[in-house]
């Protein structure tokens, strides 16, 4: 389970968590559906917004839902889920995008991917999803070759870029399929006129992604020699946020622009929850409805770093317990002071970021995630790819409700 959109339940009413977990569901089993078993791993967070985006545009029909049986993601209750044309192309979306992620994977030769044996299969597999993802496409209208012409030029920039080049070049390929996939739900929902404000929402949202990979990635990849955007390019961390908050910005103007019968869920996802994934991204708490900047009483919001990123585990900021008067080095938090000393896994460089998993040992541990109910569960656990720390889907929080005070495309009460 991956992606930017990870919204927390406890900032969704009962309502939308159960429509959210529809869409979710919906993609998870129209991969296996069209695709077979083994396809539901690509299942992902950011593809089902191309089903969310579908129905909010044709409106809740008794079609559209379906009961599904029990499932160990849902503590095995069952569950009404999304069905219909907007659940499958986001199902052939997710396929051929992941068929890339392979290729990319096999290109680098990550973990058991570099062995030959392992590459075949993962190539074979790849292979498969193309010409699977295709044949979805064609039945929905969708001609997925663009995503896929998106993904070969995006290896050629990536090896023309250089100190100096513009961020945006590199971040292109990504804006033109997620711009492809989202004016298609226009289509599939027969209002054309919404195609042109999705297209560029799309467009958007694949720059954020784009974004929010390389500055959650750019400490791991500098460890690993791996190349990353924003370093290959001298982009600097706050020209990154200032591109990260414009897309922000544009993604709302053109939902504004756009007519549906039933948005709350796609404004929520859309509006509210790319705010919080940049602040998560950049390690930020700002407000997410206020002007973008750093949050109020936290002089390092911006995305500069604070007098303790360098070796402390809470950063900067509000969330850390040792960001008062005697922090520092000489503080209870410090080197120096009571219980002082960096821990093992915190050098003078920063954190140690654990080494991503290859496509199969993270197919494994994605496997054992899921059967054991982690995923949606689990207070905290490793991603099976990235292993970064995640937050199972279904788990409450404490966090307050965005929704204050909104004056964005849609009025939030009830949302």
Not at 54 to 69: D, F, H, M, N, V
Not at 139 to 147: S, Y
Not at 377 to 391: D, L, T, V
Request: aromatic letters at 6%; one cysteine or more; hydrophobic letters at 35%.
């Amino acid at each position: 389970m991956f992606g930017i959109v990870r919204p927390c339940a406890h900032r969704l009413t009962e309502r939308l968590k159960t429509e959210w977990m529809a869409h979710l569901c919906g993609l998870c089993l129209a991969l296996r559906a069209d695709h077979g078993q083994f396809a539901r791993v690509v299942t992902n967070y950011d593809g089902l917004i191309v089903s969310v985006l579908t129905e909010a545009q044709t409106g809740r029909t008794e079609t559209g839902r379906r009961t599904a049986g029990p499932c160990p993601l849902r503590a095995m209750r069952t569950a009404p889920v999304a069905r219909g044309e907007g659940a499958r192309l986001a199902a052939a979306v997710s396929l051929v995008l992941a068929s890339a992620k392979i290729r990319d994977h096999v290109a680098d030769r990550d973990g058991l991917l570099a062995r030959r044996p392992v590459a075949a299969a993962a190539r074979r597999v790849a292979r498969s999803w193309d010409r699977a993802g295709a044949r979805t496409g064609r039945e929905l209208g969708f001609d997925t070759a663009v995503l896929v012409d998106a993904v070969d030029r995006q290896t050629g920039l990536e090896a023309l870029a250089g100190p100096g080049t513009p961020l945006l070049v590199v971040t292109e390929p990504t804006e033109t399929a997620t711009a492809a996939a989202f004016a298609h739900t226009a289509v599939l929902a027969g209002r054309p006129g919404n195609a042109e404000p999705l297209a560029e929402a799309g467009r958007l949202f694949g720059r954020l992604a784009h974004l929010l990979d390389a500055v959650e990635d750019q400490a791991a990849d500098a460890a690993a020699g791996a190349w990353n955007p924003l370093t290959a390019t001298g982009t600097s961390r706050e020209e990154a946020r200032r591109l990260a908050d414009d897309a922000l910005h544009g993604i709302r103007l053109a939902l504004k622009d756009a007519e549906f019968a039933d948005g709350h869920l796609a404004h929520v996802l859309l509006a509210h929850e790319l705010r919080v994934s940049v602040d998560r991204a950049f390690g930020t708490t700002t407000c997410a409805h206020g002007v973008p900047g750093p949050a109020q009483g936290n002089p390092y919001g911006g995305g500069a770093p604070g007098p303790y990123d360098s070796y402390n585990p809470y950063g900067g900021g509000a969330g850390n317990p040792y960001g008062g008067p005697g922090g520092g080095q000489g503080g209870p938090g410090g080197p120096s002071g009571p219980g002082g000393g960096l821990p093992p896994q915190f050098g003078a460089g920063g954190p140690q970021q654990p080494k991503p998993r290859g496509f199969l040992a993270g197919c494994a541990m994605f496997t054992w995630l899921f059967c054991t109910c982690q995923i949606c569960c689990a207070k905290e656990y490793e991603g099976p790819w990235s292993r970064k720390k995640r937050e199972g889907c279904c788990r409450d929080c404490d966090c307050n409700c965005n929704c204050d005070g909104c004056d964005c495309c849609c009025p939030c009460d009830g949302c």
